[in-house]
């Protein structure tokens, strides 16, 4: 019963939140991602889904959600965000694979993933998941790395890149690492029964010496300013939309979560949670509910 899905990238073990953004010089990228957040998130709502959480830098900017489920395929990163966020019913932190999310039908009320679709290679499917998760009408914030980017294109026409930042189809630049075309995202949402309503541009002025020439603040005010343009047209390597679930047939689950393997519902019963239908055991171990392997 089980679909064939591809290979997940998997940050377990990994330093990435102290190397990449703790001490990885990208104090700029950070504060343009939470202005982009700002321009984006809804005022509220009652439960939150956070796909690619990692240690959980974001999640403290969802104000407004009384729970937000922090959902990573690394049970490492989980631990990290655990302790930087504590342990309190406002968090639920699920290790979990997108193309096997262990939620009911309907369940969320909006949903936010950033720096994760690039490491999908069915990015189609994994929309597909997610729309699955979300209750109509619901917010979904996506963040994808653009392969139409300046430099992208600079380089092309240079000739000192082989791949055309022009086309729809995803360009896979390390393993598991894709950069996507605007216009197939939007696609794909569209196909998905997702109703865009806004791209902000995000990282205008990723260039090395900007970054030690200005301070992080005033360059990620700037590219505040220039995220508007993103209406008209996408250039920089990092793109935030803002989507709706349109109406939808299937009704809601009856239950937060269900079985990844079967789809029954699932009894939300630790340290254990145990399958009525298929019979699959998924632990929940140090806060963190484990529904890796089925
Ligand atoms: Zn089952």
């Not at 990994?14 to 953004?21: A, E, L």
């Not at 997108?98 to 939620?103: G, M, N, Q, V």
Request: net charge positive; aromatic share 12%.
């Amino acid at each position: 019963m089980t679909e064939k899905t591809p290979p997940v990238c998997s940050y377990e073990g990994s330093d990435y939140q102290t190397s990449f953004w703790d001490e990885g010089g990208r104090a700029y990228e950070d504060t343009a991602e939470v202005h982009a957040l700002k321009k984006l998130l809804p005022a509220g709502g009652k439960k939150m889904l956070e796909l690619g959480a990692g240690a959980g830098r974001n999640t403290p900017r969802y104000t407004g959600f009384q729970q937000v489920t922090l959902v990573d395929f690394s049970l490492t990163q989980l631990q990290q965000a655990r302790e930087r966020l504590g342990d309190s019913p406002e968090y639920r932190y699920v290790a979990a694979d997108i193309y096997h999310l262990p939620f009911g039908e309907s369940q969320f009320d909006a949903a936010t993933m950033i720096r994760t679709l690039h490491h999908m290679k069915d990015a189609p499917l994994a929309l597909k998941k997610i729309h699955a998760s979300l209750k109509p009408g619901a917010v979904f914030i996506l963040e994808y790395a653009n392969k139409l980017n300046l430099k992208a294109i600079l380089r092309y026409l240079l000739k000192k890149q082989t791949w055309s930042p022009f086309t729809l189809e995803p360009v896979e630049f390390v393993e598991l690492n894709f950069d996507f075309h605007p216009q197939a995202i939007r696609n794909w949402l569209a196909e998905t029964g997702f109703k865009l309503e806004r791209q902000v541009t995000v990282s205008h002025f990723r260039i090395g010496f900007l970054k030690k020439i200005f301070p992080a603040r005033f360059l990620a005010a700037l590219d505040s300013a220039a995220s508007h343009t993103g209406e008209w047209w996408q250039l920089t390597p990092s793109v935030f939309t803002r989507s709706t679930v349109t109406e939808k047939v299937t009704t809601p689950g009856i239950s937060f979560f269900c079985c990844p393997a079967c789809g029954a519902d699932l009894p939300d019963t630790p340290p254990e949670l145990v399958c009525p239908k298929c019979g699959k055991r998924y632990p929940v171990t140090g806060g963190i509910y484990d529904f890796r392997s089925f």
